[in-house]
């Protein structure tokens, strides 16, 4: 099994499933669920389990991010017609916390223990450095560990919803979880001996640093879609040369010209991170190919 690491308060997981009924197989009258996922790392992990049943779906589309997106009347549709909608719950993706309650169908609420616990515990739960989130890092999904997790939980429901192809999606699940420990063990060893010291556009990394034994020094801005003011620059500037940076990770909305600044007479590597998984394609192992390409864009930090 894969090791767990233990940081508090664990962000929450929600699938919402709908009875309205989605494509059918040729030849059969009991229609397959089809997955709506709303971000697709989400999706990648659905693909695996609907591998050989159906294509699962994304709601963000590619380049945007989840902190402040706002849906569009075609959203809407998406998520009321949706067998089953995937998502990270309203404390991440509070653009969703309205269609959810009005959606018709059956809601199944499905949250890690630690988040079940955190609820009693909301007056005393920690910041997590600049990206405060209600109950810690919503980036779960960068974690193997809760990765394998969501895909058990939504192996369950699926089966649950749809028993015709119960065999399948327990199949699938099964060679999941064992292509995910398989590539636990070889990001482990291949990160085993560390990275140079770096900076991040935003602090979307902890569960993979944790889990894999790294560390930011510092971060850019709060979330993708904001910057520095010149104070923070300085201190960024500062932090550089005081703390011997070697490498900066910057994301697609990353402000090229803030880039610029902190790069400018220092000897520090430009490389890029993109927690979306905007450029990796949509197969049963996508999931692996995302954790994998993380694992490969820190290496080059040395």
């Known amino acids: 099994m894969l090791k767990r690491w233990s940081k508090g308060i664990f962000a929450g997981l929600l699938v919402v499933v709908g009875m309205i009924p989605m494509t059918s197989c040729a030849g059969s009258t009991n229609p397959e669920i089809e997955v709506l996922a709303s971000i ?28 402040d997106y706002a849906l569009k009347p075609s959203d809407l549709k998406k998520v009321y017609a949706a067998g089953l909608l995937l998502w990270l719950g309203p404390d991440f993706e509070p653009y969703l916390e309205k269609p959810v309650r009005m959606h018709e169908g059956v809601e199944l609420s499905v949250r890690a223990p630690n988040e079940l616990a955190s609820h009693e515990l909301h007056g005393d739960h920690q910041e997590h450095g600049a990206h405060d989130h209600l109950f810690g890092d919503p980036h779960i999904w960068f974690s193997p560990v809760e990765a394998e997790r969501i895909a058990v939980e939504l192996a369950a429901v699926l089966m649950e919803r749809d028993p015709r192809n119960a065999d399948m999606y327990q199949e699938n699940l099964r060679g999941f979880k064992q292509r995910l420990n398989d590539l636990d063990q070889q990001i482990r060893s291949q990160l085993s001996t560390g990275v140079g010291r770096y900076l991040v556009a935003h602090d979307a990394y902890s569960y993979f640093e944790a889990h894999y034994g790294l560390s930011h020094v510092a971060v850019i801005s709060d979330q993708p879609e904001s910057k520095p003011g010149a104070k923070g620059l300085l201190t960024l500037l500062e932090t ?61 930090c040395q």
């Open 40 to 67: 697709k790392p989400l999706q990648l992990i659905a693909q695996a389990l609907t591998d050989g049943v159906s294509d699962s779906q994304v709601l963000l589309p590619p380049g945007v991010t989840p902190h």
């Open 240 to 300: 550089i040369k005081s703390e011997r940076v070697r490498c900066l990770f910057v994301e697609p909305q990353t402000d090229l010209r803030i880039v610029n600044i902190l790069a400018a007479d220092n000897a520090i590597k430009i490389y890029r991170l993109d927690p979306m998984a905007t450029d990796i394609a949509l197969s049963k192992k996508g999931y692996e190919a995302f954790l994998q390409d993380t694992a490969n864009r820190f290496q080059q």
